[in-house]
């Protein structure tokens, strides 16, 4: 079972009780505003997600990550890896992505969590290249992806919700290069 740690998180899969705690987090109107439509999710609507995110690592070898605060145990979230079928231009892709709870922003998290995720892309699945998506004006997603090396490469429109979106991708050799 994959685990990852960082000096201040624990990067692991799902359990039962990560649901209520997530679904809180899906549940904040702020935290949901650059996801999708801005729709908050319901604790019923999480566990689906939940057990999706479990079948991609079943299925893929990779997946979302429950982010533990190792200091307290809570979940502040997510982050890690999927295929971002939504935006069928940018296919074959790996996304990293991250959600964290409003009280874990500001602090550096959700960069020290994404650039293990990266990591374990790169280092563990030998992907070439990673992808990460932000909505055009989630200026904080954007500041992480630049954060984890990752630039600009294709302005599109989300298909289904026609929002402007930014792709930032990073590849393996620039990765290395980096490292």
């Known amino acids: 079972m994959v685990r990852l740690e960082t ?3 624990i990067l692991r899969r799902w359990r039962e009780e990560d649901v209520g705690p997530m679904a809180a987090v899906n549940g904040d109107p ?3 505003r650059w996801i999708r439509d801005g729709g908050v999710l319901d ?3 999480t566990r689906a997600r939940i057990r999706a995110w479990e079948g991609e690592w079943e299925s893929r070898g990779f997946g979302l990550f429950a982010v533990e605060v190792r200091s307290t145990g809570e979940v502040a ?4 890896l999927s295929v971002p079928e939504y935006l069928p231009e940018v296919l074959p892709a790996v996304e990293v992505g991250w959600r964290l709870g409003r009280p874990h922003w500001g602090r550096g998290l959700a960069t020290e969590a994404a650039a293990a ?3 374990f892309g790169f280092e563990e ?3 070439e290249r990673i992808v990460s998506i932000a909505q055009v004006g989630n200026d904080a997603s954007q500041r992480v992806m630049a954060k984890l090396g990752m630039r600009p490469v294709l302005d599109t429109v989300h298909p289904a919700l026609g929002r402007p979106v930014r792709v930032f991708a990073l590849s393996s050799d620039q990765y290395v290069g980096a490292g």
């Open 7 to 9: 000096p201040r998180l």
């Open 117 to 119: 995720a990266v990591r």
């Open 125 to 127: 699945c030998g992907l």
């Open 30 to 32: 702020e935290v949901m």
């Open 77 to 80: 979230g997510f982050t890690g």
């Open 43 to 45: 604790e019923r609507q």
